[in-house]
């Protein structure tokens, strides 16, 4: 079965500081990777995902299928960028649902 | 915003009492889905819809059922609550199984 690994409960950085939220899976298969962000009193959004291959408010992502890994970064943290991140993953064959890592709190403090 | 709504947005109940959170959508998209978030869990699939009356089990199926008769509800339901299934409940829907849009969200405490 698939599985995604959030190792940090908590990441807390100053502001201008770089953010790196680390996100590993185990699927043996050819996944999909999302990044999910939800801010304070608002809905879980979608940030990004690998396949897009963008940057979205200064965050970007790459899928190291070497290393199972899609971490989540950006060079200079701001204060708005706190909140709580979670990684997911879709299995690239038929139907599927995404599955969630336990997620990341990020908080950048002034 | 995607056009989806959850209700009731807080509810209070007993041990042992039943429970029906509703989804609705405007958004006419196929599949629905409820989603549990906790502490130290992240989110978990409780099930989730692929189309009127077609439903599967997710992760944390157990003491949960879901009813869909139409398009655009989907009703989650807990037939006797317990205290392990406090929690703020997230109903989500897509047209792909790609990109989720999430409600805002139910928190539930049994007490």
């Known amino acids: 079965a698939q599985r995604v690994t959030q190792p940090e409960k908590l990441l807390s950085v100053f502001k201008g500081a770089p953010v790196e939220l680390k996100c590993n899976y185990s699927?043996?298969?050819?996944?999909?990777l999302f990044w999910y962000v939800q801010y304070s009193r608002q809905r879980l959004q979608l940030l990004l995902r690998h396949i897009s291959r963008e940057s979205i408010k200064g965050f970007t992502a790459d899928l190291n299928k070497g290393e199972t890994s899609f971490h989540l970064k950006k060079p200079f943290a701001q204060e708005e960028d706190s909140a709580m991140y979670y990684c997911a993953l879709r299995m690239n064959s038929g139907y599927s649902t995404l599955t969630f890592g336990k997620g990341t709190m990020l908080l950048v403090s002034p | 915003d995607a056009g989806i709504t959850q209700s009731p947005r807080h509810k209070v109940t007993e041990t042992g009492t039943p429970v029906t959170l509703r989804c609705h959508q405007t958004e006419n998209h196929r599949y629905m889905y409820w989603y549990r978030q906790d502490p130290g869990h992240g989110l978990r699939l409780i099930h989730y819809?692929?189309?009127?009356?077609?439903?599967d089990k997710g992760e944390v199926s157990d003491g949960y059922s879901v009813s869909r008769s139409k398009t655009e509800d989907f009703l989650l339901t807990l037939e006797s609550a317990t205290s392990s299934q406090t929690s703020v409940y997230f109903c989500?829907?897509?047209?792909?199984?790609?990109?989720?849009?999430f409600g805002e969200g139910s928190r539930l405490t049994v007490l």
């Open positions: 989500a829907i897509s047209e792909t199984t790609g990109e989720l849009f």
């Open positions: 699927y043996s298969g050819s996944p999909e």
């Open positions: 819809s692929y189309g009127v009356k077609d439903t």
